[in-house]
């Protein structure tokens, strides 16, 4: 009877692991940007190790329009926004023409503004 507990956690460890990472792998979506940027803990944020990745390489135009049309509009993501561009644009991580669009997974999302 134990071996068969032991046998079932393992297995249920097994298939949350298996789970992870391939919901770690789905592509990331204009909702998933947005809410890794709105719920950053921006004062947890060190800049070792920075992933930096521009969002038109994993977004279509028009994604990036409407994440970009979000992002005007919402207060708290916008806040969040503005103090990662500065934290990174002090750190010489992204130019003056870059912003933070978007946070998954300790990963930032920039998107270049320069016409």
Do not use: Y
Not at 9 to 23: E, I, R, Y
């Amino acid at each position: 009877m134990k071996r068969l507990r032991s046998l079932a956690l393992l297995t249920a460890m097994l298939a949350s692991f298996a789970f992870v990472s391939v919901a770690a792998a789905a592509p990331p979506t204009v909702g998933t940007l947005l809410s890794g940027l709105i719920n950053v803990n921006v004062g947890d944020i060190t800049i070792t190790d920075v992933v930096v990745v521009d969002v038109q390489d994993v977004l279509n135009d028009n994604q990036v329009e409407i994440l970009n049309n979000v992002l005007n509009n919402s207060p708290i993501a916008s806040n969040n926004s503005n103090i990662l561009n500065d934290l990174l644009r002090r750190a010489n991580i992204i130019t003056g023409n870059q912003i933070v669009v978007g946070v998954l997974g300790g990963t930032f999302f920039i998107l270049d503004t320069t016409p």
